[in-house]
């Protein structure tokens, strides 16, 4: 269930309240977010549409504890996440979020294998383990047999399922997708989001996406418009309803 | 290491320049390590002298010779146990490119003036025997392939002629810094056939029973003299070996001035290079802060990439120069002593760390401080 009204329970997965985001370009204060609420729930997939500038990616930040907000609050699964020191944030993400970026930001001189290892670096898994983990998020992004490909080696639908078994690996609270498809063609693209589905189907993952794309935002349970920085409607969308 | 191969791939994605910035670390290191060599054999003297003796030279010039008669004289100075004499000889052998030292020594009394100079008795007892017979050092010997027995023609500069010797012995150091590239052959033999300063000798080593006393000895030494013919200006041999390296110049100061450009220079081209690499990898650092590594990680990543960078690069360009000098004297006799220690190396390592680790602060900070958000929106 998702709710922009602000009157989503306390059991929300997501909940956000009064989220405002203002930056100041020299004497101009500019209003990127104006006081948006918004509950998710767990093992929703919910698509944030909106033309540029109205504030989707830096929702994202904000919910994935990558900004702080300049008013307003972030509570995930009970944590609000706003009151948190810089450090405490940090390690709140390693446990909590599964960032998928529209460039992928694969690292070009680690393998496949070392770049889903990374988040597991933060946790007390030994060696075997942490293979173990990385070789079962190769194998759910159908990638098994390229693991020891550097990022060059792959094409950009396979870097994206590279970055999206190195979101997955540490089983986090939940995905954050900055245009997981902006840079695909068709093709990848749709693997990729039957990829998100299934995470979120089958896996029973909580997913939140910003696209451009309509066919990509179809696939989400929920469609939410953002303009000048207001969430202003909800659509239930797609083929996953 | 569980980091490891993260540092490893930070410093491999730019081979050339990882190389570059590594080899200049090594010739860095290298040069800091031979400037330390040749300032040591220069110190050589001065650190190995004995503190309990004192060296007595003519007050016009070390070239002016004493009476061999000032012996006697000073052997009953109350505080003196030992009295020993030598002289320059300054012949060449075969060109006058193979420098080495040649004395003139009191075959009675030298061995014992200087025992970290250690001849076996069997080699010094044949010396004695020979009118003609010297003792070399062990690196001299090791320079001309020299060997017990060989006969070694020098031709005098300062006392005409061609001197034959017989080599009778071989004499080694106790301690590695111990010169051992000296030609000692017999005073009387010298003495015999100079044709001049009959009855002279070139200096007097003198050892004191107390070495506190040295500076009333000193003064005692020089006023027994005084108003003779043959002043004397004594002094203890440290600090006769430490005027003869000021002559030189100030060989310190020289080279810590050029140690010293050598280091900040270094310093500006690995700082540089790190704040580039930093600079080029902007993204990829924030997406290690995305996924959950501190700032702290971050600064410690980059730091770790300079030290391992300045450490291999020290090591080899401290490696190049310990080979180098295994190698003995470039100069063909001018730095005996050219050696290595190895506290010269451990500096030189830490130096490398050091310069690694203010080389890499700064880039390090930036990548510490760099915000996700800003670094991600940047192409």
Redo the contacts between chains.
């Keep these: 269930m998702v709710r922009i009204d602000g009157r989503g329970d306390a059991n929300s997965l997501i909940r956000a309240r009064g989220l405002s985001k203002t930056y100041q370009r020299g004497s101009e204060a500019i209003h990127v977010l104006q006081g948006l609420n918004l509950d998710v729930d767990a093992g929703d997939f919910v698509a944030f549409m909106g033309p540029s500038g109205s504030g989707k990616t830096t929702l994202l ?1 904000l919910l ?1 504890g ?2 702080v907000p300049s008013a307003g609050s972030v509570t995930v699964a009970g944590d609000e996440i706003t009151r948190m020191s ?2 405490k944030l ?2 709140w ?3 909590h979020v599964g ?1 998928v ?1 529209q ?1 992928y ?1 694969l ?4 393998t496949a294998f ?1 770049n889903i290892e ?2 597991l ?2 946790t007390g898994l030994s060696k075997a383990e942490r293979s173990r983990h990385v070789e079962t998020a190769l194998a759910v992004v159908g990638l098994a047999d390229r693991m020891h490909h550097y990022p060059r080696q792959l094409s950009g639908g396979q870097e994206q399922r590279v970055g999206i078994a ?1 979101a997955i690996v540490a089983d986090p609270t939940f995905l954050l997708c900055d245009e997981p498809t902006g840079d695909l063609d068709r093709k990848s693209a749709d693997e990729i989001l039957d990829l998100l589905e299934r995470l979120v189907g089958e896996h029973g993952k909580t997913a939140l996406m910003v696209t451009h794309d309509p066919l990509a935002a179809e696939r989400a349970r929920v469609v939410l418009h953002l303009e000048k920085g207001v969430l202003v409607d909800t659509v239930t969308a797609g083929r996953a309803r | 290491m569980k980091y490891g191969h993260l540092i490893l791939s930070g410093l491999l994605r730019k081979k050339i320049r990882t190389g570059l910035t590594a080899g200049s670390f090594a010739v860095a290191l290298f040069l800091f390590a031979i400037l330390a060599v040749v300032r040591g054999a220069f110190q050589q003297g001065v650190d190995v002298a004995g503190a309990d003796r004192l060296v007595v030279l003519n007050r016009v010039s070390i070239i002016q010779p004493l009476p061999l008669a000032y012996r006697d004289r000073l052997a009953r100075i109350p505080g003196v146990t030992q009295v020993t004499f030598a002289n320059w000889f300054g012949g060449v052998y075969q060109d006058e490119r193979n420098f080495f030292p040649q004395f003139a020594i009191d075959r009675e009394t030298y061995r014992q003036m200087f025992p970290e100079f250690v001849v076996p008795d069997a080699e010094w007892q044949a010396f004695l025997a020979d009118r003609e017979g010297a003792i070399v050092g062990e690196a001299l010997a090791e320079r001309f392939t020299w060997k017990v027995g060989d006969r070694i023609p020098i031709r005098g500069t300062i006392f005409p002629g061609t001197w034959e010797f017989n080599i009778r012995g071989v004499y080694r150091g106790q301690r590695v810094q111990d010169d051992t590239s000296q030609f000692w052959f017999r005073w009387d033999y010298l003495d015999e056939r100079k044709s001049f300063a009959k009855g002279f000798v070139g200096w007097y080593t003198v050892r004191i029973a107390d070495p506190d006393a040295a500076v009333r000895l000193v003064k005692t030494i020089d006023e027994l003299f005084a108003n003779s013919p043959s002043e004397t200006r004594t002094d203890t041999e440290k600090a006769f070996a430490a005027s003869w390296v000021k002559q030189m110049g100030n060989i310190q100061l020289l080279l810590l001035s050029i140690g010293s450009v050598v280091f900040f220079t270094l310093l500006l081209v690995a700082g540089n290079t790190m704040a580039i690499a930093v600079r080029e990898r902007t993204r990829e650092l924030a997406v290690l802060k995305a996924v959950g590594f501190s700032n702290g990680f971050v600064l410690t990543l980059v730091i770790a990439e300079t030290l391992v960078v300045a450490a291999v690069g020290g090591g080899v360009g401290l490696g190049l120069a310990k080979l180098f000098t295994l190698r003995g004297d470039p100069t063909g006799g001018l730095l005996p002593f050219f050696y290595l220690p190895p506290s010269v190396i451990i500096l030189g390592a830490a130096l490398a760390l050091a310069v690694g680790l203010m080389a890499g602060i700064l880039p390090a900070l930036s990548a510490a401080k760099l915000r996700v958000v800003d670094a991600l929106r940047r192409v």
């Design positions: 930040n994935g990558l900004d810089a450090r940090t390690a993400r390693a446990r960032f970026f460039m930001n690292i070009p001189v680690l070392q990374l988040p670096l933060l190195r």
